[in-house]
Protein backbone atom coordinates (compact mmCIF):
# COMPACT_ATOMS: atom_id res chain seq x y z
CA UNK A 1 0.00 0.00 0.00
CA UNK A 2 1.48 3.72 -0.99
CA UNK A 3 0.31 7.08 -1.53
CA UNK A 4 1.18 9.32 -4.42
CA UNK A 5 4.29 11.22 -4.20
CA UNK A 6 3.25 13.79 -6.50
CA UNK A 7 0.27 15.43 -7.09
CA UNK A 8 -1.21 18.03 -9.88
CA UNK A 9 -3.01 20.65 -7.82
CA UNK A 10 -4.41 22.81 -10.20
CA UNK A 11 -5.48 25.27 -11.68
CA UNK A 12 -8.49 24.74 -12.59
CA UNK A 13 -9.58 25.23 -16.45
CA UNK A 14 -5.70 25.17 -16.74
CA UNK A 15 -5.27 21.86 -18.99
CA UNK A 16 -5.12 19.83 -15.86
CA UNK A 17 -7.40 16.82 -17.70
CA UNK A 18 -4.99 17.30 -20.70
CA UNK A 19 -2.29 16.96 -18.24
CA UNK A 20 -3.44 13.95 -16.23
CA UNK A 21 -4.20 11.93 -19.28
CA UNK A 22 -0.82 12.98 -21.12
CA UNK A 23 1.03 11.59 -17.87
CA UNK A 24 -0.65 8.55 -17.92
CA UNK A 25 0.97 7.69 -21.09
CA UNK A 26 4.43 7.49 -19.48
CA UNK A 27 5.65 3.79 -18.80
CA UNK A 28 7.53 5.56 -15.90
CA UNK A 29 3.91 6.86 -14.52
CA UNK A 30 0.98 5.90 -12.96
CA UNK A 31 -2.14 8.11 -12.93
CA UNK A 32 -4.43 7.26 -10.54
CA UNK A 33 -7.74 6.20 -12.49
CA UNK A 34 -10.32 7.95 -10.26
CA UNK A 35 -10.36 11.51 -12.07
CA UNK A 36 -9.71 14.41 -9.04
CA UNK A 37 -10.22 12.25 -6.20
CA UNK A 38 -10.06 15.26 -3.68
CA UNK A 39 -8.82 12.62 -0.56
CA UNK A 40 -6.83 16.04 0.47
CA UNK A 41 -9.43 18.50 1.16
CA UNK A 42 -12.13 16.29 2.41
CA UNK A 43 -11.63 18.94 5.67
CA UNK A 44 -12.64 21.67 3.49
CA UNK A 45 -15.99 23.36 4.62
CA UNK A 46 -17.09 23.34 0.81
CA UNK A 47 -16.17 19.84 0.32
CA UNK A 48 -19.64 17.99 -0.94
CA UNK A 49 -17.98 14.58 -2.89
CA UNK A 50 -17.62 10.98 -1.76
CA UNK A 51 -15.18 11.15 1.11
CA UNK A 52 -12.84 8.30 1.16
CA UNK A 53 -10.59 6.51 4.03
CA UNK A 54 -7.32 6.63 3.54
CA UNK A 55 -7.09 2.85 2.79
CA UNK A 56 -9.73 3.44 -0.18
CA UNK A 57 -7.14 6.59 -1.27
CA UNK A 58 -4.15 4.28 -1.06
CA UNK A 59 -6.43 1.25 -3.11
CA UNK A 60 -6.53 4.02 -6.08
CA UNK A 61 -2.78 3.35 -6.52
CA UNK A 62 -2.72 -0.36 -6.00
CA UNK A 63 -1.89 -0.39 -9.99
CA UNK A 64 1.64 1.01 -9.65
CA UNK A 65 4.28 -0.98 -10.36
CA UNK A 66 7.58 -0.96 -8.58
CA UNK A 67 9.54 1.93 -10.01
CA UNK A 68 6.90 4.20 -11.13
CA UNK A 69 5.94 7.31 -10.10
CA UNK A 70 2.67 7.58 -8.99
CA UNK A 71 0.34 10.71 -8.86
CA UNK A 72 -3.25 12.24 -9.18
CA UNK A 73 -5.03 15.30 -10.18
CA UNK A 74 -7.20 17.32 -8.33
CA UNK A 75 -7.13 20.80 -9.51
CA UNK A 76 -9.00 21.92 -6.69
CA UNK A 77 -6.31 21.23 -4.21
CA UNK A 78 -5.06 24.92 -5.12
CA UNK A 79 -7.42 27.10 -3.67
CA UNK A 80 -7.98 24.27 -0.82
CA UNK A 81 -7.24 25.74 2.97
CA UNK A 82 -7.17 22.09 4.53
CA UNK A 83 -5.09 20.36 1.66
CA UNK A 84 -1.64 21.60 2.17
CA UNK A 85 -1.57 20.63 6.09
CA UNK A 86 -2.66 17.02 5.51
CA UNK A 87 -0.19 16.41 2.53
CA UNK A 88 2.15 17.61 4.26
CA UNK A 89 1.33 15.54 7.27
CA UNK A 90 0.36 11.84 5.07
CA UNK A 91 3.58 12.52 2.31
CA UNK A 92 5.39 15.23 3.26
CA UNK A 93 8.26 13.90 0.74
CA UNK A 94 5.39 14.89 -2.15
CA UNK A 95 5.88 16.67 -5.21
CA UNK A 96 3.65 19.36 -6.06
CA UNK A 97 2.50 20.27 -10.11
CA UNK A 98 0.76 23.46 -10.67
CA UNK A 99 -0.32 24.83 -14.03
CA UNK A 100 -1.46 28.59 -14.06
CA UNK A 101 -3.49 30.05 -16.91
CA UNK A 102 -4.25 33.84 -17.39
CA UNK A 103 -6.62 34.39 -14.62
CA UNK A 104 -9.32 36.22 -16.28
CA UNK A 105 -9.44 34.18 -19.26
CA UNK A 106 -9.24 31.14 -16.56
CA UNK A 107 -12.44 32.52 -14.82
CA UNK A 108 -14.25 33.06 -18.15
CA UNK A 109 -12.86 28.83 -19.37
CA UNK A 110 -15.04 27.97 -15.88
CA UNK A 111 -17.89 30.09 -16.53
CA UNK A 112 -18.66 28.62 -19.94
CA UNK A 113 -17.95 24.44 -18.43
CA UNK A 114 -20.68 25.61 -15.84
CA UNK A 115 -23.08 27.00 -18.66
CA UNK A 116 -22.58 23.93 -21.41
CA UNK A 117 -23.23 21.54 -18.15
CA UNK A 118 -26.77 23.08 -17.62
CA UNK A 119 -25.04 24.47 -13.92
CA UNK A 120 -25.49 28.41 -14.65
CA UNK A 121 -27.77 30.43 -17.04
CA UNK A 122 -26.79 33.67 -15.85
CA UNK A 123 -24.65 36.07 -18.32
CA UNK A 124 -20.94 36.20 -16.91
CA UNK A 125 -20.96 40.07 -15.65
CA UNK A 126 -23.72 39.24 -13.48
CA UNK A 127 -22.60 36.01 -12.17
CA UNK A 128 -19.40 37.70 -11.18
CA UNK A 129 -21.03 40.36 -9.53
CA UNK A 130 -23.64 37.53 -7.97
CA UNK A 131 -20.19 36.55 -6.42
CA UNK A 132 -20.80 33.29 -7.02
CA UNK A 133 -23.57 32.94 -9.89
CA UNK A 134 -25.71 30.00 -9.81
CA UNK A 135 -25.65 26.39 -8.23
CA UNK A 136 -22.55 25.47 -5.70
CA UNK A 137 -19.50 25.31 -6.67
CA UNK A 138 -16.56 23.54 -4.32
CA UNK A 139 -14.43 25.94 -5.24
CA UNK A 140 -16.50 28.95 -4.76
CA UNK A 141 -16.36 32.19 -6.69
CA UNK A 142 -15.82 31.90 -10.52
CA UNK A 143 -12.69 34.74 -9.78
CA UNK A 144 -11.24 32.81 -6.76
CA UNK A 145 -9.18 30.32 -8.36
CA UNK A 146 -7.39 32.91 -10.31
CA UNK A 147 -5.81 34.42 -6.92
CA UNK A 148 -2.38 32.06 -7.78
CA UNK A 149 -0.14 33.80 -5.37
CA UNK A 150 -2.74 34.15 -2.30
CA UNK A 151 -3.02 30.04 -2.92
CA UNK A 152 0.55 29.27 -3.65
CA UNK A 153 0.99 30.96 -0.58
CA UNK A 154 -0.64 28.24 1.56
CA UNK A 155 1.05 25.46 0.09
CA UNK A 156 4.44 27.40 0.30
CA UNK A 157 3.52 27.55 4.18
CA UNK A 158 4.19 23.96 4.35
CA UNK A 159 6.70 22.69 1.60
CA UNK A 160 10.12 24.26 0.48
CA UNK A 161 9.86 26.14 -2.97
CA UNK A 162 11.95 23.35 -4.87
CA UNK A 163 8.99 20.95 -4.31
CA UNK A 164 6.44 23.80 -5.96
CA UNK A 165 6.81 23.04 -9.46
CA UNK A 166 4.76 25.81 -11.43
CA UNK A 167 4.19 25.91 -15.39
CA UNK A 168 1.68 28.10 -17.67
CA UNK A 169 -1.39 26.57 -19.93
CA UNK A 170 0.32 29.26 -22.21
CA UNK A 171 3.63 27.29 -22.93
CA UNK A 172 1.26 24.29 -22.91
CA UNK A 173 -0.91 25.12 -25.61
CA UNK A 174 2.43 26.96 -27.60
CA UNK A 175 4.59 23.63 -27.17
CA UNK A 176 2.94 20.36 -25.75
CA UNK A 177 5.97 18.42 -26.24
CA UNK A 178 8.66 20.95 -24.62
CA UNK A 179 6.11 21.34 -21.98
CA UNK A 180 5.64 17.70 -21.37
CA UNK A 181 9.61 17.59 -21.20
CA UNK A 182 9.94 20.03 -18.55
CA UNK A 183 7.61 18.61 -16.43
CA UNK A 184 9.38 14.76 -16.84
CA UNK A 185 12.46 16.79 -15.91
CA UNK A 186 10.62 17.83 -12.70
CA UNK A 187 9.73 14.51 -11.41
CA UNK A 188 12.84 13.07 -12.42
CA UNK A 189 12.39 10.62 -15.18
CA UNK A 190 12.61 10.28 -18.82
CA UNK A 191 11.88 13.78 -20.61
CA UNK A 192 12.45 12.26 -24.07
CA UNK A 193 9.25 9.80 -24.59
CA UNK A 194 7.32 10.65 -26.63
CA UNK A 195 3.56 12.04 -25.71
CA UNK A 196 0.70 11.84 -28.26
CA UNK A 197 -0.68 14.89 -26.96
CA UNK A 198 -3.05 14.96 -30.15
CA UNK A 199 -6.28 15.38 -27.98
CA UNK A 200 -7.03 18.39 -26.09
CA UNK A 201 -9.28 17.62 -23.35
CA UNK A 202 -11.86 19.70 -21.57
CA UNK A 203 -11.64 22.77 -23.87
CA UNK A 204 -14.21 25.64 -23.73
CA UNK A 205 -16.76 26.79 -26.05
CA UNK A 206 -20.52 26.93 -26.52
CA UNK A 207 -22.03 24.02 -27.73
CA UNK A 208 -23.18 24.44 -31.41
CA UNK A 209 -25.75 21.60 -30.95
CA UNK A 210 -26.86 21.04 -27.26
CA UNK A 211 -28.47 17.42 -27.28
CA UNK A 212 -25.14 16.20 -29.56
CA UNK A 213 -23.24 17.84 -26.35
CA UNK A 214 -25.26 16.02 -23.98
CA UNK A 215 -25.20 12.72 -25.71
CA UNK A 216 -21.18 12.72 -25.99
CA UNK A 217 -20.27 13.76 -22.17
CA UNK A 218 -18.79 11.31 -20.02
CA UNK A 219 -20.72 8.51 -18.62
CA UNK A 220 -20.77 5.21 -16.17
CA UNK A 221 -21.10 3.50 -19.64
CA UNK A 222 -18.24 5.33 -21.53
CA UNK A 223 -16.50 4.90 -18.36
CA UNK A 224 -16.86 1.21 -18.17
CA UNK A 225 -15.96 0.51 -21.52
CA UNK A 226 -12.38 2.46 -21.52
CA UNK A 227 -11.68 0.65 -18.38
CA UNK A 228 -11.60 -2.87 -20.56
CA UNK A 229 -9.91 -1.44 -23.70
CA UNK A 230 -6.23 -1.73 -24.82
CA UNK A 231 -4.63 1.66 -23.78
CA UNK A 232 -3.45 2.31 -27.85
CA UNK A 233 -7.36 1.11 -28.67
CA UNK A 234 -8.82 3.47 -25.70
CA UNK A 235 -6.73 6.82 -26.92
CA UNK A 236 -7.41 5.89 -30.39
CA UNK A 237 -11.57 6.35 -29.60
CA UNK A 238 -10.87 9.38 -27.69
CA UNK A 239 -9.44 10.96 -30.29
CA UNK A 240 -12.71 10.55 -32.36
CA UNK A 241 -14.54 11.37 -29.52
CA UNK A 242 -12.92 14.69 -28.61
CA UNK A 243 -12.62 15.72 -32.62
CA UNK A 244 -15.94 15.59 -32.59
CA UNK A 245 -16.45 17.77 -29.38
CA UNK A 246 -14.21 20.25 -30.15
CA UNK A 247 -16.02 20.42 -33.20
CA UNK A 248 -19.39 21.33 -31.91
CA UNK A 249 -17.88 23.73 -29.73
CA UNK A 250 -18.09 27.13 -30.64
CA UNK A 251 -15.05 29.46 -29.26
CA UNK A 252 -16.45 32.77 -27.25
CA UNK A 253 -14.20 35.35 -26.68
CA UNK A 254 -13.94 37.55 -23.33
CA UNK A 255 -15.88 40.87 -23.47
CA UNK A 256 -13.15 43.34 -23.75
CA UNK A 257 -14.86 45.57 -21.29
CA UNK A 258 -15.13 42.62 -18.63
CA UNK A 259 -11.45 41.41 -18.83
CA UNK A 260 -10.24 44.49 -18.30
CA UNK A 261 -12.21 44.85 -15.03
CA UNK A 262 -11.07 41.45 -14.21
CA UNK A 263 -7.32 42.68 -14.63
CA UNK A 264 -7.76 45.71 -12.62
CA UNK A 265 -9.36 43.21 -10.10
CA UNK A 266 -6.13 40.63 -10.41
CA UNK A 267 -3.27 42.93 -11.14
CA UNK A 268 -1.66 42.95 -7.60
CA UNK A 269 -2.37 38.73 -7.18
CA UNK A 270 -0.79 38.51 -10.56
CA UNK A 271 2.58 41.37 -10.11
CA UNK A 272 3.38 39.13 -6.52
CA UNK A 273 2.95 35.82 -8.88
CA UNK A 274 5.25 36.84 -11.39
CA UNK A 275 8.20 37.67 -9.12
CA UNK A 276 7.47 34.20 -7.25
CA UNK A 277 8.17 32.55 -10.72
CA UNK A 278 10.67 35.08 -11.80
CA UNK A 279 8.85 34.72 -15.35
CA UNK A 280 7.15 37.69 -17.16
CA UNK A 281 3.38 37.81 -16.91
CA UNK A 282 2.83 41.26 -18.58
CA UNK A 283 0.54 39.66 -21.15
CA UNK A 284 -2.47 38.91 -18.40
CA UNK A 285 -1.74 42.41 -17.68
CA UNK A 286 -3.27 43.45 -21.27
Excluded at 63 to 79: F, T
Aim: aromatic share 10%; proline share 7%; glycine share 8%.
Amino acid sequence: MALPDFLVIGAPRAGTTSLHNYLGQHPQIFMCPVKEPNFFRQTDESFSGKALSEREYEALFDGAKPGQRAGEGSPAYLVSQGAPGLVSQLIPEATMIAVLRDPAERAFSDYQSWVRSGGETLDFDRAVADGRGEGVRPIGHYLNPGFYFRHLSHWLSEFPRERLHIFLYEDLIANPAAFLATICEALGIDSEFCFDAGIRYNPSGKPRNRLLQKTLEPSRMTAAVERILPATLKRYGQKILFAVRAANLEPVRLDPVTRKALIANYREDILKTQDLLGRDLSAWLR
